[in-house]
């Protein structure tokens, strides 16, 4: 069974140094199971691959071990798939063989640990209990590409169908520890055959390696439920505590934090220069119909309305409580028939494909993409660009090399308490270029606010157009 994850990022061989494993060498390390081997078919400064190839010995697998009492018999544990697909073998191969770069450990490369690169796994046959589907479900919500090549059962025998083995390539600009981690819990979940004892600890893992994703993942059911195969109680209890993870309200930590940023931008008005400027520079891009995304209690929607040019305005929030207030400070009621015409408000993930969003002229990212964890970045860039597609997109967000400018912000603290992350001009700007290219646009960057020679201006702007 081969692995494969290719780097584009250049120098893209530096993936040698996020992996701890030179690409000058060919490696190999003893398993219980067999014999892991790494090595690099192609290594040059724009594109970088590794191979993790495991070699599985059947027979030790079960020498030892009583026989006769599985299905199929005695012979079936020396016959069967699992020297030739991607299974929890590999996981295993993953957490040993690349167990540094899991972890996200490099002391060569320590900056580019958290940096998202462009990367393309792909495991070479893999089974898939459900067939492409279930794959999909398993790596699109997380932001990834997924091309799938089925096999036939027999090419001789037509009639006999599809088998369950896919070859898999995976594409994201995401971290190597999250491409790591979301292979090492869900090869077994497509698999859904584990070689090993499912106990607690495997529990503990789960938990541990889905930190930051499995919780708000829609198919964490049916992850759990294989990742632990069915084991009722551990299911039971793994499905709480992801529940407890995720009982962070937005709609009560919004509440809480939300005049925070406001109080540390009040002294230059620094919000209502942001709306002007949004809505000038959609207003320059000739859009009539837009959406705001992430659009909160409706102050971009407020400055929206009040201007003619802007046929159909929609705002679309994950927090329902945040859509009522809007609707509430928006006057909705009272409007005119016209005005309510000229407005919508729904509720909805902006890391989930939603086919409502598609068609519109623009779209309006105002302060968003910072509240995102970084693993749901990819997600939110497919869904946008990929899905959504509108001809014009505007993002806002913070300038961290701004912060030190504003009084009582204590050094190193970011503007809101909810912010995952933010960016360095030239982080952002690293960012919104490789999305441009993957997604065939232009981009252009703006500052807002007052620019310091230094530290440059409090909020950078970004403005994509479809090239």
């Known amino acids: 069974m081969l692995l494969t994850i290719t780097n584009t990022h250049a120098p893209a061989s530096d993936l040698g140094f996020l992996l701890h494993k030179n690409p000058a060498k060919v490696q190999a390390f003893s398993l219980s199971f067999g014999k892991a081997h790494v090595f690099y078919p192609e290594v040059s400064a724009e594109r970088c691959t590794a191979a993790l190839l495991l070699d599985i010995d059947p027979v030790g697998l079960v020498r030892g071990k009583p026989g006769g009492s599985g299905e199929g018999g005695p012979l079936a544990q020396y016959v069967n798939d699992r020297p030739y697909v991607a299974s929890s073998f590999m996981s295993v191969a993953i957490a040993q063989v690349y167990g540094s770069a899991l972890s996200g450990k490099s002391r060569e490369k320590a900056e580019l640990v958290d940096l998202p690169l462009p990367l393309v796994a792909q495991l070479s046959v893999v089974p898939c209990r459900g067939g492409e589907e279930v794959l999909r479900r398993l790596f699109e919500p997380l932001g990834y590409m997924v091309t799938a090549q089925n096999y036939p059962l027999d090419e001789t025998v037509p009639e006999w169908g599809n088998s369950s083995y896919y070859t898999v390539t995976l594409e994201a600009t995401v971290t190597l520890k999250d491409l790591l981690t979301h292979l090492y819990v869900l090869i077994p979940v497509l698999d859904d055959d584990k070689h090993y004892w499912v106990g607690s600890d495997e529990l503990e893992k789960l938990l541990r390696f889905g930190e930051g994703w499995l919780a708000q993942h829609p198919a964490k059911d049916l992850i759990t439920s294989r990742y632990l195969k069915r084991a009722r109680h551990l299911v039971r209890e793994a499905l709480a505590r992801l529940v407890e993870d995720d009982t962070a309200d937005p709609d009560e930590k919004e509440e809480i934090h939300a005049t925070e940023e406001a109080v540390v931008e009040e002294r230059i008005s620094l919000n209502q220069q942001r ?10 891009a000739g859009a009539k119909r837009v959406l705001d995304l992430g659009c909160g209690e409706g102050k971009l929607l407020r400055t929206l309305l009040e201007d003619k040019s802007f046929s159909e305005i929609v705002g679309v929030d994950v927090s329902y409580r945040a859509l009522e207030i809007a609707q509430e400070r928006l006057r909705f009621e009272r409007m005119p028939t016209k005005q309510q015409e000229r407005i919508k408000l729904m509720q909805g993930s902006l890391t989930y494909r939603d086919k409502r969003l598609a068609g519109y002229d623009a779209a309006a990212v105002v302060e968003v993409i910072e509240h995102l964890d970084p693993p749901r970045l990819a997600a939110f860039e497919r869904v946008l660009f990929e899905f959504a597609r509108p001809g014009t997109v505007v993002i806002t967000t913070p300038n961290v090399e701004y912060n030190t400018k504003f009084e009582g ?22 960012w919104a270029q490789g999305v441009a290219e993957r997604f065939g646009y232009t981009v252009q960057f703006q500052p807002i606010g007052p620019e310091d020679e230094q530290v440059g201006p409090p909020t950078q702007m970004g403005v994509f157009s479809i090239s």
Request: hydrophobic share 40%; charged share 30%; net charge positive.
């Open 409 to 430: 912000l204590p050094a190193g603290k970011l503007r809101h308490k909810d912010h995952r992350f933010e960016w360095t001009r030239v982080e952002f700007q690293s």
């Open 275 to 284: 709306l002007q400027t949004v809505v000038a520079t959609l207003k320059e």
